[in-house]
């Protein structure tokens, strides 16, 4: 199996664990003189299963990234510099979407609200680092797709 066929499975898996779950809590009580729709025995059974089928997908998943380099870098490090990168960039937009707000003034009197940001220059950052995970993301992608999970 490729690492890019385990990383669907993985995400398939998940869905799956929040599926049980959600089914779990619509059966956890039902009304007197009915069943619930289904056994919450047989459900737990399933969720521990899925659990442990995704465990071992996951420890397959973190051994093939922590052992798979990629020029000078395992591939487990560029997931999380991806990853961190993304956050940042969420981040970023954040500030922007706020520093852009408009704010506007009906009289001299009324307080005057500026952004606390270059709106330009953090955009342009974002832009690059946008431009550096798409490039990474695809790196990351590729080697996916050649890699043999472990």
Not at 80 to 100: G, K, P, W, Y
């Amino acid at each position: 199996m490729k690492l890019a066929e385990a990383l669907r499975e993985r995400k398939q898996l998940q869905i799956k664990m929040g599926t049980l779950r959600q089914k779990l809590i619509d059966n956890a009580i039902y009304q007197e003189g009915s069943k619930p729709v289904e056994d919450p025995a047989e459900l737990i059974k399933a969720l521990e299963a899925t659990r442990g089928e995704l465990a071992a997908l996951i420890k397959r998943i973190n051994a093939t990234n922590s052992s798979v380099k990629v020029g000078d870098f395992l591939l487990g490090d560029l997931v999380v510099d991806r990853d961190t990168r993304i956050m940042e960039v969420t981040a970023l937009n954040n500030l922007i979407d706020q520093a852009s707000q408009v704010s506007n003034r009906y009289s001299r009197s009324e307080i005057l609200v500026l952004p606390s940001i270059n709106v330009k220059e953090t955009q342009k950052k974002v832009d690059q680092l946008a431009k550096d995970i798409r490039e990474l993301d695809n790196l990351i992608q590729a080697t996916n797709w050649n890699t043999d999970l472990i």
